[in-house]
Structure formats: C-alpha cells, structure tokens
C-alpha cells in the first residue's frame, strides 16, 4: 500500500509540474505583449526600430504621449464615446425592455411570427449597404443618430431578457390585470422591480458596446469635428 500511494504521489507531482509550467507560459504569452506594449509607449522612435521586442527602454521618454494629448482628435473621441453612452444606452435599454415584454406575455395574433422574424435577423440581415441607404434616406448621416439607432436593440440581448420575463409568475400579472391595472403599469410596477438583476447587466453590456462603438461611426459619419 505504501508503494501504491508512493506511486500515485509521484505522478501527482509530475502532473503538477507539469501544469504549473504550461500556466506559466500562457502567463508568459499573455503579459510579455501587454508589457511590450508600454515599453514601446516610452520609448523612442529610433529606439522601437532598433528592437521592436523591448521590454524596457533604456531611455525612457513622455513624448509619444505628449503627441498624443495635444492632437484634438483624441478628445474628440472621448466626447463621442460618451455621448453615445448617454444617449445610446437609455435608448437601446427602453426599446430592449419594451420589446421583451411585448413578446413574452400574451397569445396575441401574429405573436410566432414576429419572433421569428426578430430571431432571424441573428443569423441573416441586410448587410451594411442597406442600412447605409436606409440612413441617407432618413437624413441621419453625418448625426450622432445614426449610430445610436444602427445598434438600438441587440437580438442576443433581447432573447436574455424576454427569457427571464417569461420565467416571472404569471399569476403576478393577472392578479394585477383583475385590480385594473394595464399593460403599462404591469411592466413599470411590477416586472421592472423585480427585473433588477437582468437590468443592471445588460445595462452593462449596452454600456461596454456603446462605449467601444466605432465601425457604424466610421461607415455613417464623415465630419471628423
């Protein structure tokens, strides 16, 4: 018995090592690019092309990021980025909401149909031409609005959250349809307050995507200002 368990101890820790050492080479491959990365940032032009794998400068400098804070267009993006944010995700979160809702309760005509047609566009849409006519047509290019509506609703988000309305009690909204209340308070009073945890995450989702929002802005606006 001891030497069984001698056995198993020894290939143990040869499974150890040899685990530890394959995390350490991911480590490895993950953090020498990222640190590669800023070395480059401080280093000088001359000295990036004499050894592009640095991973410290040896004459450390701040004028690349000097460059880079005077040049307008930076902030110009910053200011973009967040108004999309302001603007971009109340929008896609009210319209996302709304749509969820409208498409989880009810048996009402045509109800199959317009799913469908809403989890179709997951896997074929139009394509970026379309869409480009569809906003020259309505007068947006060239406006913040173009972007905030090419994205409002995301299907796969959607989906999430039509799926935890359905898992809501039903009962809750008939108790509240017989004290009278409509379809409008039910979704504000009732669903949305217990709805918190779904809420702040794709609220989180909308936020991250808005804020790295830049191919419908390179398509739809051309006024760099």
């Not at 953090?31 to 410290?56: C, G, H, R, W």
């Not at 009810?106 to 869409?131: D, H, Q």
């Not at 796969?156 to 898992?167: A, C, E, K, L, P």
Request: proline share 4%; charged share 15%.
């Amino acid at each position: 018995m001891k030497k069984k368990n001698q056995i198993h101890k020894k290939r143990f820790d040869a499974v150890d090592v040899v685990v530890v050492i394959l995390l350490t080479l991911w480590m490895l491959l993950v953090i020498v690019p990222f640190v590669n990365a800023i070395s480059i940032s401080f280093a000088t032009q001359k000295e990036y092309v004499d050894n592009p794998l640095m991973l410290f400068p040896s004459q450390p400098t701040l004028k690349s990021y000097k460059l880079l804070l005077n040049d307008y267009r930076i902030w110009v993006g910053f200011r973009t980025s967040f108004l999309l944010v302001v603007v971009g995700v109340p929008v896609s979160m009210l319209l996302t909401t709304m749509l969820a809702y409208g498409t989880s309760r009810g048996n009402y005509p045509g109800k199959k149909i317009i799913i469908g047609g809403i989890l179709f566009t997951m896997l074929f849409n139009g394509g970026i031409i379309p869409l480009y006519l569809q906003m020259k047509e309505m007068r947006l290019t060239n406006t913040i609005w173009s972007v905030v509506l090419a994205g409002t609703v995301n299907v796969f988000y959607f989906v999430i959250m039509r799926n935890y309305f359905q898992s809501l009690p039903e009962s809750l909204m008939e108790s509240a349809r017989l004290d009278g209340a409509g379809e409008w308070r039910i979704l504000f009073e009732i669903i949305l307050p217990l709805s918190k945890p779904i809420i702040a995450t794709l609220t989180l989702f909308y936020l991250v995507d808005r804020w790295n929002e830049w191919y419908n802005a390179l398509i739809f606006i051309r006024n760099t200002d």
